[in-house]
């Protein structure tokens, strides 16, 4: 039972680690490539990585383990980790996670520059 308990909750903190790992990267390099500055920095990026898996490793270390596992079918050696299921997932949540910080980061960009013209204005 214990050990179904391990394998489901490294598989779920794979899930989590990959999709916030993957949100990172695809924010850096594109706010990069189009603000040329970017919005996370290296050290910002760390301090994420720590606190995601600090907090995700403690919330899945410490789920107690159901009678339910016991009547599934353990997974083989050739089962992979990152299942079709897992990847749709990390997919689908990637892209809203996207959407919603490139939507944050893109109004506060079009802000700036609008305030930037209004203060060019008035030194005119």
Same mark, same amino acid.
């Given at each position: 039972?214990?050990?179904?308990?391990? &394998?489901?909750?490294?598989?779920?903190?794979?899930?989590?680690?990959?999709?916030?790992?993957?949100?990172?990267?695809?924010?850096?390099?594109?706010?990069?490539?189009?603000?040329?500055?970017?919005?996370?920095?290296?050290?910002?990026?760390?301090?994420?990585?720590?606190?995601?898996?600090?907090?995700?490793?403690?919330?899945?270390?410490? /789920?107690?383990?159901? /009678?339910?596992?016991?009547?599934?079918?353990? &997974?083989?050696?050739?089962?992979?980790?990152?299942?079709? *299921?897992?990847?749709?997932?990390?997919?689908?949540?990637? *892209? &809203?996670?996207?959407?919603?910080?490139?939507?944050?980061?893109?109004?506060?960009?079009?802000?700036? %520059?609008?305030? %930037?013209?209004?203060?060019?204005? /008035?030194?005119?």
């Amino acid at each position: 039972m214990w050990g179904r308990n391990v &394998y489901d909750s490294i598989a779920k903190f794979l899930q989590f680690q990959l999709t916030v790992n993957v949100v990172a990267v695809i924010v850096a390099f594109t706010g990069a490539c189009i603000t040329q500055d970017s919005p996370l920095k290296a050290v910002q990026m760390l301090w994420v990585n720590l606190i995601m898996d600090t907090l995700a490793s403690l919330a899945l270390a410490t /789920e107690p383990p159901t /009678e339910a596992l016991l009547l599934r079918r353990p &997974y083989g050696r050739d089962h992979p980790l990152v299942s079709g *299921t897992m990847l749709r997932n990390i997919l689908g949540h990637a *892209t &809203y996670q996207l959407l919603v910080i490139f939507a944050l980061l893109f109004t506060a960009l079009q802000r700036a %520059q609008r305030a %930037q013209a209004a203060r060019r204005e /008035e030194r005119l």
